[in-house]
């Protein structure tokens, strides 16, 4: 594994990162689950990205996960980065969302149990609101710091004027942004629309979620819609309607080049992400170690020449 220095901090990351939002939730805790937290951690993942509501249903996969750290992953607590969030719906009432102090520390309160955790490693503002003063939101993850309920804090999904703003609440509070988690790839690139300069003068690190686009960008659907897979499962987040033709074209002529350069497409998707300085680690999901391992050797190849790049721009556009 490489590691990769998050923005201006201390802290190294490794390239790829696995996230838990999907394939982890459930009221018990398989095989799978364990066998890929497990081949992950072998391949030197040492950063798992979790939220509050991660499951279904809410909640369960950072008991999941926490039960994996009880039993077997413990003993390598020092050696870990876990993250959690907070911002979307966990709880009934006018406390069990978006951007409050109320909230985001209660809920942060709820993770450390589920996990079995006495802190978190990175904790998240998951979305920005745009009803509570951005001073609140960020003077709870300065609290949550200072508590040592987590070591350092992170924003999701704020555009670059949002960001803009919080990373200076947060440097005079004395608590600096580590990090940023915005969607990102080669199907959905706003971030590099003022995101990743901010980010880049601030020192501030970047991971992107769903660097596969969820699995689009991949091998998954060339061939139809396979009955074990996120749109089969009717993820709400992914459709059928998704795979229009259009997409399918740019798909499937992004899997010949991917061939060309002697990789899969989901490999060269993580690689062009990888390829960009200002990417801190790629946020990948798997619901299979055979899908992890070839997600991982996305960093025996990840330069591409001017050339290609421009190529890949040109069957996106
Ligand atoms: N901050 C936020 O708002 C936010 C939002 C979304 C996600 N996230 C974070 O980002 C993480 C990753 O998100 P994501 O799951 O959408 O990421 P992704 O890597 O874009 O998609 C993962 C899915 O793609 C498919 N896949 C992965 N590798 C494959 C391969 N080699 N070949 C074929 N298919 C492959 C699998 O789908 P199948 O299940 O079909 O096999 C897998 O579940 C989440 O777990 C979470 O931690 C954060």
Redesign the pocket.
């Known amino acids: 594994m490489k590691y990769n220095r998050c923005g201006r901090s201390g802290l190294l990351l490794p390239a790829v990162s696995l996230?838990?939002?999907?394939?982890f939730g459930g009221r018990d805790l398989d095989q799978r689950m364990k066998e890929i937290i497990f081949r992950a951690f072998d391949s030197g993942i040492t950063h798992f990205?979790?939220?509050n509501n991660?499951g279904p249903p809410p909640g369960s996969a950072e008991e999941n996960f926490g039960k994996i750290l009880r039993a077997n992953l413990g003993a390598y607590r020092d050696e870990l980065i876990i993250s959690t969030?907070a911002g979307y719906l966990m709880w009934d009432g006018p406390y069990g969302e978006w951007g409050s102090r109320k909230y985001l520390l209660a809920s942060l309160d709820q993770s450390l149990k589920r996990l079995g955790l006495e802190y978190v490693d990175i904790f998240?503002s998951?979305?920005p609101d745009p009803e509570t003063p951005l001073a609140e939101t960020m003077m709870a993850l300065h609290t949550a710091v200072w508590q040592g309920k987590a070591i350092y804090a992170g924003i999701?999904?704020y555009d670059p004027e949002q960001t803009a703003e919080a990373v200076e609440i947060l440097e005079q509070l004395g608590t600096p942004c580590l990090i940023h988690?915005p969607?990102y790839?080669l199907f959905d690139r706003w971030v590099e629309d003022g995101l990743l300069d901010v980010l880049e003068n601030k020192g501030i690190g970047c991971i992107p979620?769903?660097?596969?686009?969820?699995?689009l960008?991949?091998?998954?659907y060339l061939d139809g819609i396979?009955d074990?897979?996120?749109?089969a499962?009717k993820s709400i987040?992914l459709d059928e309607e998704d795979l229009d033709p259009k997409t399918m074209v740019k798909v499937k002529a992004l899997n010949d080049h991917a061939r060309q350069r002697g990789q899969?497409l989901?490999q060269m998707a993580l690689s062009w992400l990888l390829n960009n300085p200002r990417v801190t680690s790629v946020?990948?999901?798997?619901?299979?170690v055979l899908?992890l391992e070839?997600?991982v050797k996305a960093m025996d190849h990840i330069g591409f020449t001017r050339d290609e790049l421009a190529y890949i721009d040109n069957i996106l556009s």
């Open positions: 996230g838990l939002w999907q394939n990205d979790l939220a991660y969030k998240y998951h979305r999701s999904n988690q969607r790839n979620f769903s660097p596969l686009a969820q699995g960008l991949t091998n998954r396979p074990d897979s996120r749109i499962r987040s899969t989901a946020l990948i999901g798997a619901s299979s899908q070839e997600n």
